[in-house]
């Protein structure tokens, strides 16, 4: 690919883009126009997402020491259920971090 032709996709990425914003909308624009439709950015997103396993890991622990402890109101059932969500939350939190590293590194070994 020679650098006119990567030139034009790029300048057409960039159009599509600022089609999709509504028009030429740049630097803290974007920002601002992300935050007043209630946009999320992937640091919140991740964020989120990993909050919600650490809850979830949490609470199965919760339930097992209650368990173990003897509480009458838990049963093994449900300490198993519960500690096989955080597991495959768990799981599926490892998946994505290792798509997006395969990603980025896919990324990075593109030549220009």
């Known amino acids: 690919m020679s650098v006119s032709q990567v030139d034009s996709l790029l300048a057409q990425?960039?159009?599509a883009i600022a089609a999709a914003q509504g028009g030429a909308l740049h630097g803290a624009t974007v920002a601002a126009s992300r935050e007043a439709t209630g946009g999320v950015d992937f640091a919140s997103a991740l964020k989120s997402s990993l909050d919600s396993v650490a809850q979830a890991q949490?609470?199965?622990?919760?339930?097992?020491?209650?368990?173990?402890?003897?509480?009458?109101?838990?049963?093994?059932?449900?300490?198993?259920?519960?500690?096989?969500?955080?597991?495959i939350q768990f799981q599926t939190s490892v998946q994505v971090r290792?798509?997006?590293?395969?990603?980025?590194?896919?990324?990075m070994n593109m030549q220009v």
């Open 13 to 15: 990425m960039r159009s």
């Open 58 to 87: 949490n609470k199965a622990e919760d339930m097992q020491k209650a368990f173990v402890m003897g509480d009458d109101k838990v049963s093994l059932s449900d300490v198993m259920i519960q500690m096989q969500k955080a597991n």
């Open 98 to 107: 290792n798509k997006v590293v395969a990603a980025y590194n896919d990324i």
